[in-house]
Nanobody
Framework: QVQLVESGGGLVQAGDSLRLSCAAS????????MGWFRQVPGKEREIVAR????????YLADSVKGRFTISRDNAKNTVYLQMNSLKPEDTATYYC????????????WGQGTQVTVSS
C-alpha cells in the first residue's frame, strides 16, 4: 500500500501563492504517476496536474496553465503543486493521487487539503 499525505493548503487572497506538498510512503516503487485533483461541493473532481514519477512528462489543465507548476522530489518521495496568481475560482479541496501505471486509474488517494482564495 501507498500512503499519501497532503499539506500546504490555507486561506489566501487573490493573487497570492501557495505550494501544496504530497508526501508518499509505503510501497512508493508502485507509483508510476502522481496527480493533483480538486473538488468543490456539488461538482465532480477534476484533474489539475499530473506528472510521471520519473518526471519525464507532465500535464496541466488549461485552467491553471501559466499559473500552476507540478514537480516532484523522488529523494523525498514528495510531489509539489506550486500555485501562483491564485483566483477565487481555485477554491477547492485539493487531493493528490498515485497511479500504478502511467495511463491507468489512480489507485491511491490522500485525505485532501483545503485551499480558499478570497477576492
Amino acid at each position: 500500500q501507498v500512503q499519501l499525505v497532503e499539506s500546504g493548503g490555507g486561506l489566501v487572497q487573490a493573487g497570492d501563492s501557495l505550494r501544496l506538498s504530497c508526501a508518499a510512503s509505503g510501497r512508493t516503487f508502485d507509483i508510476a504517476a502522481m496527480g493533483w485533483f480538486r473538488q468543490v461541493p456539488g461538482k465532480e473532481r477534476e484533474i489539475v496536474a499530473r506528472i510521471r514519477w520519473s518526471g519525464a512528462s507532465s500535464y496541466l489543465a488549461d485552467s491553471v496553465k501559466g499559473r500552476f507548476t507540478i514537480s516532484r522530489d523522488n529523494a523525498k518521495n514528495t510531489v509539489y503543486l506550486q500555485m501562483n496568481s491564485l483566483k477565487p475560482e481555485d477554491t477547492a479541496t485539493y487531493y493528490c493521487a498515485g497511479a500504478k501505471s502511467v495511463l491507468g486509474n489512480y489507485n491511491y488517494w490522500g485525505q485532501g487539503t483545503q485551499v480558499t482564495v478570497s477576492s
